[in-house]
């Protein structure tokens, strides 16, 4: 069964338009997404089961169902988040979910990550070199602060679904966020009071 990542980068080649390999490219997979309407994250589980893992690599990027261990006490959370992990500890790990950021900063940090991608195939050999030092360090990586979560194995609701190389770009822009107890409108604003952004 065809997955929304298929149709979009079927779409995407018909136009001329390879995943990731240019500015432009990467501009026409985020327009395409964003467009998107009603995505369903349980249908995007459900697409393709020889994606779903266990065991998340650190430098891919991955969907999954999520319910904090501390959610009473937060502001607010992600229940599907989209993440790079960039580190693992005992009981889980931290990552980068990227729907803490509006779409435009997204962009922003992801272009900065590919920068750090270990080859330009975009396949699944392809991972971002990711560690917290590098984060803090590169300045294209600034809007990266309000994204840092760490996630506990045990609250982990649902296989991790890795996202392939190609469709970075596409899931970067699909509307899957989730915000409990907030709007994404008020996490991002917030997220950008965080980063010093008045606009």
Not at 12 to 38: K, L
Not at 52 to 79: A, C
Not at 108 to 120: E, I, P, Q, R, S
Request: glycine share 6%; proline share 6%; hydrophobic share 35%.
């Amino acid at each position: 069964m065809a997955t929304i990542f298929d149709t979009i980068i079927t779409q995407g080649v018909r136009s001329g338009q390879i995943p990731a390999r240019t500015q432009g490219a990467r501009d026409w997979f985020r327009d395409t997404a964003g467009a998107m309407r009603n995505v369903n994250e349980r249908t995007l589980m459900r697409g393709d089961s020889a994606r779903l893992t266990t065991s998340p690599i650190v430098g891919s990027m991955y969907m999954f169902n999520y319910d904090p261990k501390w959610k009473d006490e937060l502001p607010y959370y992600d229940r599907f988040p989209l993440v790079f992990p960039f580190r693992k500890v005992p009981g889980g790990f931290y990552g980068i979910n990227l729907h803490y950021l509006p779409p435009q900063l997204r962009a922003k940090l992801m272009d900065g990550l590919y920068d750090y991608a270990n080859n330009t195939r975009y396949d699944e050999s392809t991972k971002i070199r990711l560690n917290y030092q590098l984060l803090t360090s590169i300045a294209k990586m600034r809007f990266f602060s309000p994204c840092v979560k760490h996630y506990l194995n045990e609250h982990v609701r649902s296989r991790f679904m890795y996202v392939y190389p190609s469709e970075w770009d596409i899931a970067l822009f699909l509307p899957t966020e989730r915000f409990t107890k907030q709007s994404k409108t008020q996490v991002w604003n917030d997220s950008k009071r965080k980063l010093g952004i008045r606009k």
